[in-house]
Protein backbone atom coordinates (compact mmCIF):
# COMPACT_ATOMS: atom_id res chain seq x y z
CA UNK A 1 0.00 0.00 0.00
CA UNK A 2 0.98 3.78 -0.50
CA UNK A 3 2.35 5.89 2.45
CA UNK A 4 1.23 8.72 2.50
CA UNK A 5 -1.62 10.72 -0.40
CA UNK A 6 -1.39 10.31 -3.78
CA UNK A 7 -0.24 13.46 -5.41
CA UNK A 8 -2.30 14.97 -8.04
CA UNK A 9 0.04 13.32 -10.60
CA UNK A 10 -0.34 10.24 -9.25
CA UNK A 11 -3.91 10.51 -9.69
CA UNK A 12 -4.11 11.86 -13.65
CA UNK A 13 -1.72 8.79 -13.87
CA UNK A 14 -3.65 6.12 -12.08
CA UNK A 15 -7.13 7.23 -14.09
CA UNK A 16 -4.98 6.83 -17.46
CA UNK A 17 -3.65 3.35 -16.12
CA UNK A 18 -7.41 2.43 -15.59
CA UNK A 19 -8.35 2.94 -19.38
CA UNK A 20 -5.39 0.39 -20.68
CA UNK A 21 -1.72 -0.43 -19.73
CA UNK A 22 0.82 2.29 -20.86
CA UNK A 23 4.35 3.13 -20.55
CA UNK A 24 5.50 6.57 -19.22
CA UNK A 25 5.84 8.48 -22.16
CA UNK A 26 2.59 7.04 -23.82
CA UNK A 27 1.13 8.59 -20.35
CA UNK A 28 2.96 12.04 -20.31
CA UNK A 29 1.43 12.37 -23.70
CA UNK A 30 -1.79 11.60 -23.16
CA UNK A 31 -1.70 14.00 -20.34
CA UNK A 32 -0.79 16.85 -23.06
CA UNK A 33 -2.83 15.73 -25.70
CA UNK A 34 -6.00 15.55 -22.88
CA UNK A 35 -5.18 19.38 -21.76
CA UNK A 36 -4.51 18.10 -18.30
CA UNK A 37 -1.19 19.79 -18.04
CA UNK A 38 -3.25 22.65 -16.88
CA UNK A 39 -4.09 21.16 -13.55
CA UNK A 40 -0.27 19.99 -12.84
CA UNK A 41 3.15 20.96 -13.98
CA UNK A 42 3.86 17.86 -15.24
CA UNK A 43 7.26 16.80 -17.38
CA UNK A 44 8.68 13.35 -18.74
CA UNK A 45 10.81 13.40 -15.71
CA UNK A 46 8.07 14.00 -13.32
CA UNK A 47 6.12 11.00 -14.85
CA UNK A 48 8.71 8.42 -14.60
CA UNK A 49 9.11 9.33 -11.09
CA UNK A 50 5.58 9.48 -10.16
CA UNK A 51 5.21 5.95 -11.92
CA UNK A 52 8.66 4.70 -10.37
CA UNK A 53 6.95 5.26 -6.51
CA UNK A 54 4.09 3.99 -7.72
CA UNK A 55 5.70 0.72 -8.50
CA UNK A 56 7.57 1.05 -5.09
CA UNK A 57 3.82 1.17 -3.42
CA UNK A 58 2.34 -1.50 -5.07
CA UNK A 59 -0.30 0.43 -6.79
CA UNK A 60 0.89 -0.33 -10.49
CA UNK A 61 2.65 -2.96 -11.68
CA UNK A 62 5.00 -4.45 -15.15
CA UNK A 63 3.36 -6.25 -17.70
CA UNK A 64 5.85 -5.77 -20.23
CA UNK A 65 8.95 -4.43 -21.53
CA UNK A 66 9.29 -3.66 -25.49
CA UNK A 67 11.49 -2.25 -27.83
CA UNK A 68 11.07 -0.28 -31.23
CA UNK A 69 14.07 -0.28 -33.89
CA UNK A 70 17.01 1.76 -32.16
CA UNK A 71 14.54 3.63 -29.10
CA UNK A 72 15.42 2.77 -25.60
CA UNK A 73 13.42 -0.02 -23.81
CA UNK A 74 9.80 1.07 -22.65
CA UNK A 75 8.46 -0.36 -19.86
CA UNK A 76 4.49 -0.80 -19.92
CA UNK A 77 2.47 -0.53 -16.55
CA UNK A 78 -1.14 -1.59 -15.37
CA UNK A 79 -3.08 -1.03 -12.36
CA UNK A 80 -2.97 -3.42 -9.61
CA UNK A 81 -6.35 -3.34 -7.04
CA UNK A 82 -4.14 -1.92 -4.44
CA UNK A 83 -4.24 0.93 -6.85
CA UNK A 84 -7.84 1.16 -8.01
CA UNK A 85 -8.40 1.12 -3.96
CA UNK A 86 -5.88 3.89 -3.15
CA UNK A 87 -7.11 5.53 -7.01
CA UNK A 88 -11.07 5.64 -5.35
CA UNK A 89 -10.11 6.81 -1.83
CA UNK A 90 -8.13 9.54 -3.07
CA UNK A 91 -10.43 11.03 -5.70
CA UNK A 92 -13.49 11.04 -3.14
CA UNK A 93 -11.37 12.79 -1.04
CA UNK A 94 -10.26 15.45 -3.41
CA UNK A 95 -14.06 15.87 -4.44
CA UNK A 96 -15.48 15.58 -0.46
CA UNK A 97 -12.64 17.33 1.43
CA UNK A 98 -11.14 20.65 2.06
CA UNK A 99 -7.20 20.83 0.23
CA UNK A 100 -6.24 24.69 0.71
CA UNK A 101 -4.32 25.90 -1.88
CA UNK A 102 -2.84 29.35 -1.58
CA UNK A 103 -2.32 31.74 -4.68
CA UNK A 104 -0.56 34.78 -5.19
CA UNK A 105 -3.57 36.73 -6.38
CA UNK A 106 -5.30 37.40 -2.90
CA UNK A 107 -1.63 38.45 -1.57
CA UNK A 108 -1.40 40.95 -4.24
CA UNK A 109 -5.32 42.14 -4.03
CA UNK A 110 -4.57 42.46 0.10
CA UNK A 111 -1.56 44.92 -0.55
CA UNK A 112 -3.03 46.74 -3.87
CA UNK A 113 -3.92 49.74 -1.32
CA UNK A 114 0.00 50.48 -1.52
CA UNK A 115 -0.15 51.24 -5.10
CA UNK A 116 -2.15 53.94 -6.74
CA UNK A 117 -5.62 53.14 -8.59
CA UNK A 118 -4.27 53.53 -11.72
CA UNK A 119 -1.47 51.45 -11.04
CA UNK A 120 -4.34 48.40 -9.93
CA UNK A 121 -6.50 49.46 -12.50
CA UNK A 122 -3.84 48.81 -15.26
CA UNK A 123 -2.51 45.92 -13.95
CA UNK A 124 -6.15 44.04 -13.09
CA UNK A 125 -6.65 44.53 -16.76
CA UNK A 126 -3.61 43.14 -17.97
CA UNK A 127 -4.53 40.23 -15.79
CA UNK A 128 -8.03 40.12 -17.19
CA UNK A 129 -7.03 40.20 -21.03
CA UNK A 130 -4.60 37.15 -19.99
CA UNK A 131 -7.58 35.24 -18.22
CA UNK A 132 -9.78 36.20 -21.26
CA UNK A 133 -7.49 34.76 -23.94
CA UNK A 134 -7.27 31.33 -21.85
CA UNK A 135 -10.66 31.44 -21.33
CA UNK A 136 -11.40 31.53 -24.68
CA UNK A 137 -8.56 28.80 -25.37
CA UNK A 138 -10.68 26.60 -23.20
CA UNK A 139 -14.07 27.25 -24.18
CA UNK A 140 -12.87 26.14 -27.62
CA UNK A 141 -11.26 22.81 -26.45
CA UNK A 142 -14.26 22.17 -24.74
CA UNK A 143 -17.01 22.82 -27.82
CA UNK A 144 -14.44 21.14 -29.93
CA UNK A 145 -14.44 17.60 -27.44
CA UNK A 146 -18.41 18.14 -27.47
CA UNK A 147 -18.69 18.19 -31.16
CA UNK A 148 -16.13 14.97 -31.30
CA UNK A 149 -19.04 12.98 -28.67
CA UNK A 150 -16.91 13.06 -25.53
CA UNK A 151 -19.68 13.22 -22.70
CA UNK A 152 -19.93 16.35 -20.72
CA UNK A 153 -18.90 13.77 -17.30
CA UNK A 154 -15.69 13.47 -18.76
CA UNK A 155 -15.10 17.15 -18.82
CA UNK A 156 -16.84 18.44 -15.40
CA UNK A 157 -13.24 20.17 -14.07
CA UNK A 158 -13.33 22.27 -17.47
CA UNK A 159 -16.74 23.57 -16.74
CA UNK A 160 -16.12 24.64 -13.04
CA UNK A 161 -12.94 26.19 -14.76
CA UNK A 162 -14.80 27.99 -17.01
CA UNK A 163 -16.98 28.81 -14.38
CA UNK A 164 -14.98 30.44 -12.34
CA UNK A 165 -13.11 32.31 -14.78
CA UNK A 166 -16.59 33.85 -15.98
CA UNK A 167 -16.92 35.05 -12.84
CA UNK A 168 -13.52 36.04 -11.95
CA UNK A 169 -13.86 38.46 -15.63
CA UNK A 170 -17.28 39.92 -14.07
CA UNK A 171 -15.61 40.73 -10.78
CA UNK A 172 -12.30 42.26 -12.41
CA UNK A 173 -14.52 44.60 -14.61
CA UNK A 174 -16.36 45.42 -12.34
CA UNK A 175 -13.63 46.08 -9.72
CA UNK A 176 -11.78 48.39 -12.75
CA UNK A 177 -14.60 50.17 -13.36
CA UNK A 178 -14.77 51.64 -9.33
CA UNK A 179 -10.86 51.87 -9.31
CA UNK A 180 -11.49 54.57 -12.65
CA UNK A 181 -14.44 56.19 -11.22
CA UNK A 182 -13.76 59.72 -10.73
CA UNK A 183 -16.07 59.95 -7.88
CA UNK A 184 -13.77 57.12 -6.03
CA UNK A 185 -16.13 54.95 -4.62
CA UNK A 186 -13.29 52.73 -3.25
CA UNK A 187 -12.31 55.89 -1.13
CA UNK A 188 -8.93 55.03 -2.52
CA UNK A 189 -6.89 58.20 -1.99
CA UNK A 190 -8.54 58.62 1.67
CA UNK A 191 -6.11 57.42 4.32
CA UNK A 192 -6.26 54.75 6.76
CA UNK A 193 -9.58 55.36 8.80
CA UNK A 194 -8.45 55.51 12.21
CA UNK A 195 -12.12 55.16 13.83
CA UNK A 196 -11.64 51.16 12.89
CA UNK A 197 -8.25 51.10 14.51
CA UNK A 198 -10.64 52.64 17.87
CA UNK A 199 -13.67 50.52 16.69
CA UNK A 200 -11.57 47.09 16.90
CA UNK A 201 -9.67 47.71 20.32
CA UNK A 202 -13.64 48.38 21.45
CA UNK A 203 -14.59 45.01 20.32
CA UNK A 204 -11.68 43.20 21.24
CA UNK A 205 -11.70 43.96 24.84
CA UNK A 206 -9.05 44.52 27.26
CA UNK A 207 -5.81 43.19 25.96
CA UNK A 208 -4.47 41.25 29.37
CA UNK A 209 -0.25 40.23 29.63
Known sequence: MASGELSAVAVLLLALLHEQPMHPYQLHR????????RLVRVNPGAVYHAVERLERDGLVEVVGVDREGGRPERTTYQVTDAGRAAFEHRLRSLLGDEH??????PVGLAEANELPAADVAAQLRRRRERQELARGELQTRYDRAASLGLPRRYMLDVEHELALAARELEWLDALVAELEDPADPLAWHEPFPLAYVEARKAACGPQTT
Do not use: E, I
Open 30 to 37: SLVQRGDT
Open 100 to 105: RTYPLF
